[in-house]
């Protein structure tokens, strides 16, 4: 007995057939619908599309690899890391932390060290945050050294949504760094995360840290968290010499009062 | 809400044609209502129409719809025979959906014999296709002369014919593009030539 295809499949077959097609808006479109189909089985066909002649052709593709999120995608789509194009590296970054895993990471790693393009050392620091893994902890809290500050703000963040006692030690360490904008970076990543641990580094910092910035957004970051506890630092920073932390302050006590006042 | 399968047939089929309307507006604003009615076994018939489509916003407005169907059916409801599931039909196998050149749906609900009988004749109407084409009016009108031909010397051919009546020939003219009048002339001629 022949078995009959699902839909699916006939869906996927024929969208594949238009990756061959003469209009490159065809086949970029296509690419497009393959990864928001998001089946695993329109993987080969839209890695042997690759070296398609059109750029948003390829763009489609690496983007549509990333949606559909498997790891068997990645030994074919990391011959997109050396393109010349830095548009295409990027969206192979942006496809690599969608995709997430070990694997991953090390191309990731491998972009953020030694790409000559800032914006797609900046788009791998962003992935390797979304990956969620464990591994992508040692290589952003390196980052959180690095010169250019979107690379630090992506890492901090990055680091906050890994979400592990790594890498929120990570973070937490970073408040004690010499250098301002890191200070400000971490301070401003953990308030995503809602812990004693977290709420007392901030209060801590609050109260301590010489750059109005840095306690601006740990004033901010308290808010966001929105545990009473903070309350009574919050109040003190009413009174900082810093317009911007007195006004922030007054916004976070706000945020805090009325979200245990509708609980 | 779900439309009751007898409406949602005539809804598919009169997007559909319109699928192939000469307007291209028409054609995009088919295959939009098509892919908001959501129901997967529509998905084969966007991609013929996807196949057969020139115009570029069209084929676009085909793969939303394709996307659209597909995204909103859940994966455990993929079926293994979408013939069936396409109109809610108990019994799939007792079912063959013809697709003519019009774009219309048919659906003939047939008993299990009369199925068998059909794909046992069209096997045979196959070999005679590929000797006598049925491309033009003419090559038609000659292929239906030939089968004639073969029914008043096959006598299994008529019993089959016989006992399927018209349900039969309902189902083996259209995949042929034969007019369902010319194939009648097989029916007339085996209950003339009598059951052996």
Known sequence: MIQTPSYTQIALSSLAKKLDDDNPEIRAKAAESLG?????????????????????????????????????????????????????????????????????????????????????????????????????????????????????????????????????????????????????IAAESLGQIASEQTLHALIKTLQQDLSPDVRTNAVKSLGEIGLEDAIPALINALSDEEDSVRLSATDAIGKIGSRYALS | MTLNSDYLRIVIETFSKRLKHPNAQMRMKAAQCLGNIGNESIIPLLCQALEEESNLDVQFCIMDAIIAINNSTSQSAMSETPQGSKYNIVQPENVQIVEQGDGIIHNYATPQNLTEAAQQIQQLLAQLSQTYPTNTETEKKIFVTQVDEEIKTNSRLRNMLIEGGIELIKILCPPLGIPIEMGRKWLETAKQMGSS
Do not use: M
């Not at chain 1, 089985?41 to 890695?47: K, Q, S």
């Not at chain 1, 192979?92 to 790693?109: C, D, F, M, N, W």
């Open chain 1, 36 to 184: 928001k189909l998001g089946q695993e089985t329109g993987i080969p066909a839209l890695v042997n599309h690759l070296d398609d002649s059109h750029i948003n052709v390829r763009l489609k593709i690496i983007q549509a690899l990333g949606e559909i999120s498997s790891e068997t995608a990645i030994p074919k789509l990391v011959s997109t890391l050396t393109d010349s194009n830095p548009t295409i590296r990027t969206a192979t970054a942006g496809a690599l932390g969608q995709i997430g895993g070990e694997k991953a990471v090390l191309h990731l790693v491998e972009l953020l060290d030694y790409d000559s393009e800032p914006s797609v050392r900046i788009a791998a620091a962003q992935s390797l945050g979304k990956t969620c893994s464990e591994d992508a902890i040692p290589p952003l809290v390196n980052s959180l050294k690095d010169k250019d500050i979107q690379i630090v703000h992506f890492a901090g963040h990055g680091l906050a949504q890994i979400h592990t006692e790594k890498s929120i030690n990570a973070l937490i360490q970073a408040l004690e760094s010499p250098d301002d904008k890191v200070r400000s």
